[in-house]
């Protein structure tokens, strides 16, 4: 059964990226988020930044911990779950 938090997550991105050529469903688990796979530049995680942290309650203090948050959908689900206040997340 797939992970609704990374269904979230893939959903948000295309969303919040304005990405409408990719489909949520195609985006791996695994793949790089910056730099290959989905393309994401400095200005499209920044923009995924505040929109995760609204969602999410989080907050990512620098652009290393941005950059290691968004290595890819589970690597940020991950960083999510560690920092999130469960009430947030969606059930398993």
């Known amino acids: 059964m797939p992970d609704p938090l990374n269904a979230r ?3 948000m ?9 990719v489909d949520p469903a ?7 988020l910056i730099g290959a796979g989905l ?3 400095s200005i499209d995680a920044l923009e995924l930044v505040v929109a995760l942290e609204k ?6 203090k620098s652009s ?4 290691a948050a968004l290595s890819s959908v ?3 689900a991950a960083f999510i ?3 999130a206040d469960p009430l947030r997340l969606p059930p398993l």
């Open 9 to 11: 997550l893939k959903t």
């Open 13 to 21: 991105i295309v969303q919040t990226l304005r990405l409408e050529d």
């Open 26 to 32: 195609s985006i791996k688990d695994d793949e790089p």
């Open 39 to 41: 393309s994401i530049d």
């Open 55 to 60: 969602e999410f309650g989080i907050k990512i």
């Open 64 to 67: 290393e911990e941005a950059r």
């Open 74 to 76: 589970s690597g940020l």
């Open 81 to 83: 779950r560690a920092r």
